[in-house]
C-alpha cells in the first residue's frame, strides 16, 4: 500500500511537463496543478506499475486528486 | 454523471455522429459525402475510426474519436502501407475526465500491425507531447517556400530590398544577388500541358509515369492513377490544375497545383528522373506557366528530411535558399512526427529518408 508521501513521490518522478513543488496539495485537482491528460496518463501508469492494481476507465474521472487516489487505492488494498 | 467511458471501432450509420462531433470541436462542417471520400474510399481501404462513447446510460454519447487514414507509399519497387492519425478529438466537456492517452494507446494497439508507419502532420502542442510519448520521432519539420512565379514579383522584392536599403521600410538588408538570380532564371522552361480534373484521370500519361520512375523514388506516397485520382481529381474540396511535362522523352514530370487568385499551392510535384536538374527545370518550369497565367507567387511544401532523395532534395533546397533570402524569413515550425511500427522496422525503412508533398493532406 503506497502512503500518500509515497504517492507523492511517484507523482514527482512521473515525467510531468509541469514542475510541481513538494508538498502537493493533496486535495487540489490534477489539472488545477497544471497537469495535463498526458501527466495524468503517466502518473496512473506509474501508479499501476507501483500497486499492480488495474484502475478502470469508470473511476479516472473521480481520482483528480492525490487525496481520492490514495483513498481508492486504500480501499482496493484492503 | 456518467459510469465511464467505452471505446469502439467505426460502424455504418457513425458517419453523422462524427460529423457533429467534428464541427463541435473544430467549428467546421462537414458532410457524409465528404467524410466517405477522406475515411472510405482511398486507394489504401478504408480509415482506422475510433469511437470513445460514454457508457452505463440508455444512449451513449459519442465524446471522442480518434482516426488513421491509410496512405499508400513506396520504397522503390516495394509497395508499403503508411496510417496517418487524423481527427483526434475530444469534447471539452469531457477531457478532464476521460484519459485520452490510455484510449489512443488501446487504439494504436489494434491498428499498428496494419501499417509499416504511422505519421501526423499537424497537431497542437498536447498532442506533440501524447505522440513524443507514443514513440514517435519530431526531427522532421514542414518547410513552406514562397516563390515569386513572375519579373513582376521579382521587381516587387528588389524594389523592397532598396526601400530597406535607403531606410524607407523597416526590416534587415537582403542579399541582392538573389533577387539578381531570381530575375535571370527560367530561361528555358519545358512545355507542360495543363488538365482540369476531368480530363487528368483519363490522360494516358499517368498510366504509366509512376510504374517508370517510381523505382528511383525512396520513402515517397504512391502516384498510381488510383492514389491521384482518389487525393486530387474527385478531392470534393478543391479544383487542381495538372501540370504535365511529356514533351521530351528523357525528362518528364508532372505538377497539380491549386490555384488562388494571384498565389497558388504546388501541392504534389514529380520529376522523373529523379535528378536534381530535373527537378529545379519542372519547378522552373511550372513556375512560367503560372506566371503567364497572371499568378505572382507559388507555395512548395516539403519536409525538412535530410536524405530526401538526395538529388530532388539538391534541386529543392537551392530554391529553398532562393526563397528564404528573397522573403527573409524563417519558416514556422511544424513538425511532421512519424513513428516506424514493426513491419516498418522488420523492412528496415529509414525513419528520415521521406519524399512527401501536400500530397499527404486532404486539401482543405
Known amino acids: ?33 497544471g497537469l495535463d491528460s498526458l501527466d495524468v496518463y503517466n502518473i496512473f501508469v506509474e501508479v499501476e506499475v507501483q500497486t499492480s492494481i488495474e484502475i478502470p476507465d469508470s473511476e479516472i474521472a473521480n481520482l483528480n486528486t492525490i487525496d481520492n487516489l490514495h483513498a481508492y487505492l486504500a480501499a482496493q488494498d484492503s | 454523471m456518467t459510469a465511464g467511458y467505452a471505446w469502439r471501432p467505426y460502424r455504418d450509420g457513425d458517419a453523422r455522429a462524427i460529423n457533429d462531433l467534428y464541427t463541435k470541436i473544430t467549428g467546421t462542417t462537414r458532410s457524409e459525402s465528404e467524410f466517405e471520400w477522406q475515411w472510405l474510399s482511398a486507394p489504401g481501404g478504408n480509415g ?14 459519442l465524446v471522442g474519436h480518434h482516426g488513421v487514414m491509410p496512405v499508400r507509399f513506396s520504397n522503390g519497387e516495394s509497395d508499403l502501407l503508411f496510417g496517418k492519425t487524423e481527427n483526434t478529438m ?6 478532464n475526465r476521460l484519459l485520452y492517452p490510455r484510449f489512443e494507446r488501446r487504439f494504436a494497439n489494434a491498428y499498428e500491425p496494419r501499417f509499416d508507419a504511422l505519421f501526423s502532420t499537424f497537431g497542437d502542442a498536447s498532442a506533440i507531447r501524447l505522440r513524443k510519448a507514443m514513440g514517435y520521432d519530431f526531427s522532421s519539420t514542414w518547410v513552406q517556400l514562397q516563390i515569386p512565379t513572375s519579373r513582376r514579383a521579382d521587381y516587387g522584392l528588389l524594389l523592397a530590398v532598396l526601400l530597406r536599403r535607403l531606410g524607407l521600410a523597416a526590416g534587415r538588408r537582403r542579399d541582392a544577388s538573389a533577387v539578381d538570380h531570381a530575375v535571370r532564371r527560367r530561361t528555358n522552361p519545358l512545355p507542360l500541358r495543363s488538365l482540369d480534373d476531368d480530363a487528368a484521370p483519363r490522360d494516358a500519361f499517368f498510366d504509366r509515369f509512376w510504374a517508370e520512375h ?17 487525393r486530387f481529381w474527385t478531392n470534393p ?15 518528364q514530370g508532372y505538377a497539380i497545383v491549386r490555384v488562388n487568385g494571384e498565389s497558388a499551392v504546388v501541392e504534389d510535384i514529380v520529376p522523373g528522373p529523379a535528378t536534381a536538374g530535373s527537378f529545379a527545370r519542372l519547378l522552373d518550369s511550372v513556375l512560367s506557366w503560372l506566371s503567364a497565367n497572371s499568378v505572382n507567387w507559388a507555395n512548395v511544401s516539403t519536409t525538412s528530411d535530410s536524405c530526401t532523395n538526395d538529388d530532388i532534395a539538391s534541386g529543392l533546397r537551392q530554391r529553398q535558399s532562393l526563397a528564404r533570402r528573397l522573403r527573409n524569413r524563417t519558416p514556422a515550425a511544424r513538425y511532421m512526427p512519424r513513428k516506424l511500427t ?14 512527401v508533398t501536400p500530397i499527404v493532406f486532404e486539401g482543405r
Open chain 1, 1 to 33: 500500500m503506497l502512503s500518500k508521501a509515497q504517492l507523492e513521490e511517484l507523482i514527482l518522478g512521473a515525467g510531468l511537463v509541469v514542475e510541481l513543488e513538494s508538498p502537493i496539495p493533496t486535495d487540489r485537482e490534477f489539472s488545477d496543478l
Open chain 2, 48 to 61: 482506422g475510426i475510433w469511437l470513445i462513447e460514454t457508457a452505463g446510460t440508455d444512449a451513449p454519447k
Open chain 2, 90 to 95: 475530444v469534447l471539452p466537456d469531457h477531457r
Open chain 2, 214 to 230: 517510381r523505382r528511383n523514388f525512396r520513402l515517397t506516397p504512391r502516384r498510381d492513377k488510383d492514389d491521384l485520382n482518389w
Open chain 2, 237 to 251: 474540396y478543391v479544383s487542381y490544375v495538372t501540370l504535365v511535362s511529356d514533351a521530351l522523352s528523357n525528362e
Open chain 2, 342 to 355: 514493426a513491419s516498418g522496422k522488420d523492412k528496415n525503412l529509414d525513419c528520415h529518408d521521406w519524399y
